[in-house]
């Protein structure tokens, strides 16, 4: 373990450990992926152990933790902007520390401690369980780090404390890390090797959360399909396993039907799919059972060949089409959603041609796109240089942005007269009159409250729409209650 010790600051901590365990408050705030707002809940659990009680208000924070994300060079920027709000905040309470997590906690280590002075403590995703320690570290005045990357971690004996929670959602996570090594990405070097959790903690997650009222579970990894259990061990090492393991493993569309025959009333989402790794028996599966939402998000980056080449993504537009066409034919009613990069290095017209054509032939639901940022130490980073001008990556991203749009509106509309079931999550942002909610596909439906309360399901007939979201009426609960 990485400690580092700075012993300047000790001295100044009497008061911090004067104070009585059960009184700490801590405040913690998450950027990027939902894998980080699930991680956090974890923390919360862990520090909940140590006395700390979760807190909404900054100023009255002992210890301040920030869930970041290295992603894109902007996520980076967004946190150190929120550092310099701490750093005002700490002017008035100066017993206040501070505390990154997360993938720039990784990326950084103990240079985040130079490069922000307002930084007490830095802990990777793979060392919560060492939070215990390390805050005792920083309450005696030291700085602390633990940047450990682990081949096991998965936090499967940790009950998440729920933080934010509607009591109607919740994301429950998988597996961790990831072996893709697409060039462009910061995520295997921030969050190490790809590691699946034990299906059985999985299970009881899932019972528990529904014994308390949740209604919908998104199992969550960055690679969901590649999920693979034959009693714990890296994917890679698979091959190395008994017999008797390889018979008994469990592979991501067992793991779903298990999950859906555990909970038949839960709803069952998933987050993400990588399109090398999907299988047509997750597809098959995703139709065998009504509770498992009909949507998939399947990033995709780009439509050239080329590019998907170089950004290592192992495959090309015609098994991507393949794939798609399984899932319409298995799926009819399934949404689809996209991630894309524009402006990836050498890439021409012709190759953004071929990412507007891809959109075209899928007419994506829903959309996540981004210009591409070098990420440092990424394979790209260190093979290619970033050549496509900021103002082409913006324009390009401009017309997926516009295209998708369209698709967006034109998928909404397919909707339209049709009677679905809704989740319901709570208020509508526009009016309290109104409940928000989701259909199958992740179409946000909104219509008027009646009698119906958070957390039922009701079938509601779509009525008009936005270009985003559903306007309907309810017409009773759904059989599902
Ligand atoms: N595991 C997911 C993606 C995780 S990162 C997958 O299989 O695709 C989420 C999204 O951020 C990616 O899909 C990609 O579109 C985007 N992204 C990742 N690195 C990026 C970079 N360097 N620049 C711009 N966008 C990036
Ligand atoms: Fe990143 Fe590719 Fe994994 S986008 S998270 S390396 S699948």
């Known amino acids: 373990m990485e400690k580092v010790i700075d012993e300047n600051k000790q001295g100044e901590t009497l008061v911090t450990q004067q104070k009585t365990d059960n009184s700490r408050k801590l405040y913690i705030e998450s950027y990027g992926c939902q894998m980080n707002f699930s991680d956090s809940e974890i923390v919360a659990s862990i520090l909940a152990n140590e006395g700390f009680n979760t807190t909404q208000q900054l100023e009255e924070a002992d210890l301040v933790l920030v869930n970041t994300c290295s992603i894109r060079d902007k996520a980076e920027q967004t946190v150190r902007k929120r550092l310099e709000k701490f750093n005002a905040v700490k002017k008035i309470n100066p017993d206040m520390k501070v505390g990154v997590l997360g993938c720039m906690a990784e990326r950084l280590k103990s240079k985040f401690l130079e490069e922000e002075k307002i930084v007490d403590m830095v802990v990777g995703p793979d060392a919560y369980k060492d939070l215990p320690n390390l805050v005792k570290e920083i309450d005696e005045g030291r700085n602390a780090v633990n940047v450990i990357l682990s081949k096991e971690e998965t936090y499967g004996d940790i009950a998440p404390v729920r933080l934010n929670s509607n009591g109607v959602s919740a994301f429950v996570s998988i597996t961790r890390g990831c072996d893709n090594m697409c060039t462009f990405c910061v995520v295997p070097f921030t969050r190490g090797r790809e590691r699946s959790r034990d299906p059985q903690s999985i299970i009881e997650e899932v019972n528990d959360l529904w014994e308390r009222g949740f209604k919908e579970i998104t199992l969550l990894g960055q690679n969901v399909d590649s999920y693979l259990w034959y009693g714990g061990g890296l994917k ?246």
Not at 347 to 367: A, I, N, R
């Open 236 to 481: 890679k090492d698979f091959e190395k396993a008994s017999e008797m393991e390889k018979a008994t493993s469990v592979n991501f569309a067992k793991l779903l039907s298990m999950v859906a025959e555990a909970q038949p009333k839960m709803r069952i989402r998933f987050s993400t799919s990588n399109p090398q790794d999907m299988t047509l028996d997750v597809i098959e599966t995703m139709a065998a059972y009504r509770n498992i939402c009909k949507y998939i998000h399947l990033p995709v980056q780009s439509g050239s060949n080329r590019m998907l080449k170089e950004m290592n993504r192992l495959h090309t537009r015609e098994e991507y089409f393949e794939l798609i066409d399984n899932i319409r034919k298995i799926l009819p009613e399934c949404g689809i959603s996209q991630d894309m990069i524009t402006g990836f290095p050498t890439e021409t017209e012709e190759d953004h041609q071929d990412t507007l054509s891809l959109m075209e032939y899928v007419k994506y639901d829903f959309g996540f796109m981004f210009a591409y940022s070098e990420r440092p130490g990424t394979l790209a980073a260190r093979k290619m240089e970033d050549d496509i001008p900021e103002e082409v990556k913006k324009r390009r991203l401009t017309e997926v942005i516009n295209l998708q749009q369209k698709h967006s509106a034109y998928r909404t509309l397919q909707h339209v007269g049709k009677t679905e079931e809704v989740l319901i999550e709570g208020n509508s942002k526009k009016s309290d009159q109104h409940w928000m909610g989701r259909n199958t596909q992740n179409t946000v439906v909104v219509f008027p409250k009646e009698h119906y309360k958070v957390g039922d399901f009701v079938n509601v007939k779509i009525n008009e729409c936005t270009s985003a979201t559903l306007i309907g009426e309810a017409i009773g609960h759904s059989e599902n209650n």
